[in-house]
């Protein structure tokens, strides 16, 4: 649980900076192509391009609303959200072998807003569909500021961590993790990393530790740390296995799952863990994962009412 705690607080804390001008917004999520949809309370990054700043971590809690001479500023069209938004790190990119994401990149992890008002109309969203809000968020640092980007909130965009996202690749490495390949953070319940070399387990739970699973049972301000017991009805997230693309075709209908557990992990902010029982058999044959890190044999899909995220993992009986 050590090696978790700080491979979390060094993922949670990894963001770029450099400067180009103008500033330009880029993109927003774990990669610099993701697409602008968040969920209440999300920590995620906003990349800009051209953004001057310097390289600024928080570790502590509440998160401030300024770091490294940047804010963040969350506004929406009916004037009901008016407010900087918690920023967890800023980053400089490494330029050096053209790595992904480019270089001239700014990156701000922050904290999307866990106290929206009531569902706002959107679009021609009427209040009878989904809650969806629409956020202009800008990025600002002295007196250069980025132009307003919108974003779209939604009740929760499911992400399951993963080595190769660029908040922990930007400059860490869990020693867990085979450098260069990317791996989802599941642990085993002796806190252990689920790898090739160190399976799951059949008929055992694993613990996925995951952004955007939306708001819990707990109302939190933005940017506090996580209470005990802030959590989800575990019904509202499903769970599906299938084999691993070079897998046999599967044998009999896909396995409906819910979670055992799902809430924030506490003293953390936005931080969720999805705990998952592995069904005792599974109605495929599970190849063997070849004894290296990188072996997988399983697919873990996770959806929260978005589209599903899919972790890859081994198992073994």
Known sequence: MRFLRTAILLLIVAISV??????????LGYSSAALPTVAPGQLVTIYVQGLGGSLAYSNTLPLPRVLGGI???????????????????????????????????TAVTVQMPTDL????????INSQGPCV???????????????????????????VLNSCDTVISAIYTPPQILLGSCFPLITKPDGSVVSGVNPAHTGTTIVLYAFGLGLTNVKIPTGSA????????PEIVSISYDPDIEAPPRIGP????????????????????????????????????????????????????????????CVAP
């Not at 008002?117 to 021609?124: E, I, K, R, S, T």
């Not at 996580?226 to 009805?233: F, H, N, V, Y």
């Open 226 to 233: 996580s209470p005990a017991g802030a959590k989800i009805a």
């Open 18 to 27: 450099t400067g180009q001008a103008p500033p330009q917004f880029w993109s």
């Open 254 to 313: 896909a396995l409906p799952d819910h979670p055992v557990y799902v809430g924030l992990v506490a003293g953390y902010a936005g931080l969720y863990q999805i705990n998952v029982r592995l069904p005792d058999r599974f109605p495929f044959p599970l190849q063997d994962c070849g004894g290296t890190q990188g072996g997988i044999n399983l697919t873990v899909s996770i959806a929260a009412g978005q589209p599903p995220e899919a972790a890859r993992i």
């Open 117 to 124: 008002p009531a569902c706002v109309p959107f679009l021609g």
């Open 71 to 105: 804010t963040v500023q969350a506004v929406d069209r009916v004037g009901l959200v008016n407010a900087p938004l918690p920023i967890l790190a800023v980053q400089p990119l490494d330029c050096a072998g053209g790595n992904f994401p480019p270089c001239g990149l």
């Open 133 to 159: 809000h629409s956020l202009l968020i800008t990025v600002k640092s002295g007196n250069m500021a980025v132009q307003q980007q919108e974003f779209i909130v939604v009740p929760a965009v499911v992400h």
